[in-house]
């Protein structure tokens, strides 16, 4: 059974600075792609950040690029997302996700991504 468990989240000032981090379990990180996405509010699920197999394939959305860096750990089977100077629009719930094969697309989409924690809440006020 895999399980993506999600922490870091938390209350931060705007401008300021949160790590989050995603424990995979069940799960290679580095096998396959591996992202974050966050939903405000009563808004649609957006993705935020992925990153392909081999470290070099990343991808941003447009209003995190700059600003946020994802990473994976294969050593200790995590991935990271650093998020500075937050934005009361960042708020909202992130979700660590990847893809189950290694043949789907790593994009921003949510279309081929089937493993999702339960999120961590981060809120910029």
């Known amino acids: 059974d895999v399980q993506l468990v999600e922490s870091g989240g938390g209350l931060v000032q705007p401008g300021g600075s949160l790590r989050l981090s995603c424990a995979a379990s069940?799960?290679?990180?580095?096998?396959?792609?591996v992202g974050w996405f966050r939903q405000a509010a009563g808004k649609a699920r957006e993705g935020v950040a992925i990153i392909g197999s081999g470290g070099d394939d990343t991808a941003y959305a447009d209003s995190v690029k700059g600003r946020f860096t994802i990473s994976q750990d294969k050593a200790k089977n995590m991935v990271h997302l650093q998020m500075n100077s937050l934005k009361p629009e960042d708020t909202g719930m992130y979700y660590c996700t990847a893809n189950k094969y290694p043949s789907f697309p790593c994009t921003l989409e949510p279309t081929w991504k089937d493993y999702w924690g339960k999120g961590t809440q981060v809120t910029v006020s």
């Open positions: 069940g799960y290679t990180i580095g096998r396959n792609c």
